[in-house]
């Protein structure tokens, strides 16, 4: 019990102080309805005239048919292995350099730690140069391990730069820079040609740094994420760590009627493999999901999750967030509820209509086929960043 009641208090300190943090990030800027995110190619004029006048010109691209090359600046968990590398692979000449997640073990500070990570991550770049011309250097890692001289020596080599972050809510306001204060995800999205933000509203945030901001979602491998035909012998499975609310909230469905099985950090089945949870995905009735951003369930974000269910053609069952709607359609390819209350009834209605729910899933593939695979992600990045430098010197 004392075990229990501490664990409750450290999660409630926890959400206080991400909620502190979100709301004196969202107070600092003043959001207007006449700044639309940007999102189209052919929208995109003000970022053009910015990198114009304040980056050095950049390599021209490969022949029409010639793929462009590509390198990358992260790490290599399951995650990135299984959906976004093979998609880069499929649309470029792909070059991966592992950044670990963990503290170098020669570093002295975070400083000189960014600073190995850039001279290691120059040297790659160089080498690769050597036979063939570098187009991108993408960054998926958090601010944090990147320094500003990086980012400037990848510009002085004429390399268009692109950071994807899918967890702004959170990084825009922590960490930060012990100096200066300052979020180290806001201090590199204003530096770089393009960043691909997951938070619509964000994209005001970096616009109003100084930087190029792209919204748009996670996506999903069509061959990984894949209908299995397996029975669906479990009804709900939740798939993810336990931390925050998600405890309390499985536990009111339990307590319901409603069996949930849970895998990941903190759960008594434990983590499950990659493959494992595609099959998992396969055998559920429902797939429940959780939007919230760390210990903040009133705060949500787009989830890998909310595209790799969906492309497994499964039953997809997660809070609502309204960039979801952006792509898919709810209630016709996933369904959304706003309480436990709305959840524990929407379960009892799946079950008595296991012809719609087919429906659902079905809908629900073919739209994640079309739109939301990192092919497709990645080509529209392409584009994006064609638009933004149609002359390469000017």
């Not at 005239?49 to 992260?74: E, M």
């Not at 140069?129 to 400037?152: C, N, Q």
Request: proline share 5%; net charge positive.
């Amino acid at each position: 019990m004392n075990l229990l009641l501490h664990r409750n208090f450290r999660n409630c300190l926890s959400q206080r102080r991400q909620i502190r943090r979100f709301h004196k990030l969202t107070s600092q800027y003043q959001f207007t309805t006449n700044e639309p995110s940007i999102q189209k190619a052919s929208e995109h004029s003000d970022m053009r005239l910015s990198c114009s006048a304040n980056k050095k010109a950049r390599r021209p691209w490969p022949p029409t048919g010639t793929k462009p090359t590509i390198v990358c600046f992260g790490s290599n968990d399951s995650w990135q292995r299984d959906g976004l590398w093979p998609g880069f692979r499929s649309i470029s000449d792909f070059h991966f350099y592992e950044v670990p997640n963990e503290r170098l073990p020669n570093a002295i500070s975070q400083e000189h730690e960014r600073k190995l990570k850039a001279v290691g991550f120059l040297k790659f770049i160089d080498a690769i140069d050597k036979t063939t011309p570098v187009h991108i250097a993408f960054f998926y890692h958090s601010g944090r391990h990147i320094s500003d001289e990086l980012i400037e020596e990848i510009h002085y080599r004429g390399i268009r730069t692109v950071i994807m972050s899918l967890d702004d809510k959170h990084q825009f306001s922590y960490p930060v820079d012990p100096v200066t204060g300052e979020s180290h995800q806001l201090r590199v999205a204003r530096q770089v040609d393009l960043y691909w933000s997951t938070w619509k509203v964000g994209t005001q945030i970096v616009k109003k740094t100084g930087g190029n901001p792209w919204y748009n979602g996670e996506a999903a491998n069509p061959d990984f994420y894949r209908p299995l035909g397996l029975k669906r012998d479990l009804d709900v499975v939740f798939i993810g760590a336990n931390y925050g609310y998600r405890g309390r909230f499985v536990n009111h469905l339990i307590k319901r009627g409603i069996p949930v099985d849970c895998f990941g950090y903190g759960w008594p089945n434990g983590l499950v493999s990659s493959e494992e949870m595609v099959r998992l995905f396969n055998r559920a009735h429902v797939v429940l999901g959780f939007g919230g951003v760390g210990h903040m369930s009133e705060v949500k974000h787009l989830k890998g999750r909310d595209f790799e269910v969906p492309m497994c053609g499964a039953l997809y069952l997660t809070s609502y967030n309204p960039e979801l709607c952006d792509f898919f359609n709810i209630g016709r390819e996933i369904l959304c509820y706003s309480s436990m209350e709305e959840c524990e009834e929407l379960i009892a209605w799946t079950i008595m209509h296991p012809q719609e729910c087919q429906i659902i899933r079905n809908a629900a593939r073919q739209r994640s086929l079309r739109e939301h695979t990192w092919q497709a992600r990645l080509q529209s990045m392409i584009e994006v960043l064609r638009d933004l430098y149609k002359n390469p010197y000017t």
